[in-house]
């Protein structure tokens, strides 16, 4: 079935660093992708997302390309700032049945 | 303008209690969802409903059984709560099932 495996966590990383969490999925058909964010105390919010082949997704400097020849959906940012300390999750939309599955979040914090 | 709301935030009850949590979305969405997440941040989908009707029921015990008066709320009903309920519960919505979801900040619930 339709699933999304993304990389294990905690993440911690100093200031300006940059960040890549691995996101990776398997799906029949061409599902869109997409990356949330849950700040502490708070619910997921979509970030970004990318509805086909070779889009790029992209919001407050956070970047990921849907690469279909690797299943890979990476996040990206160039510089990390404290405030970026999150939970981060990939999820897709599966064409079949046309439900969400999210990936297991991975924990990020950003150290001054 | 709040668009997922739930209610209570924080919901702390003894065992063996009976408890419900409300949640009502404002912004005209057709689907609405129920997740658990637990202390590792793991995501799980329990219910789904469109227009009222129930199209997604994941293995959830039967103490817990959600009701949807109307499209705008969701609400989940939890019988004889035990230890292991304990968790942050997540309602969302999303204008049709598969698209981008919009989640509620969470209930926080703790059976002493």
């Known amino acids: 079935g339709d699933s999304v495996t993304q990389m294990e966590g905690p993440v911690t990383l100093s200031e300006e660093a940059f960040l890549t969490i691995n996101c990776t999925y398997t799906?029949?058909?061409?599902?869109?992708l997409f990356w949330y964010v849950q700040y502490p105390g708070e619910g997921l919010q979509l970030l970004l997302k990318?509805?086909?082949?070779?889009d790029k997704g992209s919001n407050k400097g956070f970047e990921a390309t849907y690469r279909k020849e690797t299943t890979s959906f990476h996040l990206e940012k160039g510089s990390v700032q404290v405030s970026d300390s999150a939970v981060y999750f990939c999820a897709l939309n599966g064409r079949i049945g046309n439900q969400f599955y999210f990936g297991t979040g991975t924990s990020l914090t950003v150290i001054p | 303008d709040t668009a997922v709301s739930q209610t209570p935030k924080y919901l702390v009850t003894q065992m063996g209690n009976d408890k419900s949590i409300k949640c009502e979305q404002n912004?005209?969405?057709?689907?609405m969802y129920w997740y658990k997440q637990d202390s590792k941040k793991f995501l799980k989908i329990m219910f789904s409903?469109?227009?009222?009707?129930?199209?997604i029921n994941e293995t959830v015990p039967n103490r817990f059984s959600p009701k949807s008066p109307d499209k705008a709320h969701l609400n989940l009903h939890i019988n004889s709560l035990e230890l292991g309920d304990s968790a942050v519960y997540f309602c969302?919505?999303?204008?049709?099932?598969?698209?981008?979801?919009?989640f509620g900040d969470g209930t926080r619930l703790s059976i002493l």
């Open positions: 409903y469109n227009n009222k009707e129930l199209i």
């Open positions: 912004l005209g969405h057709d689907t």
């Open positions: 969302a919505s999303s204008r049709q099932q598969g698209r981008p979801q919009h």
């Open positions: 990318a509805t086909k082949a070779d």
């Open positions: 799906a029949t058909g061409y599902p869109s």
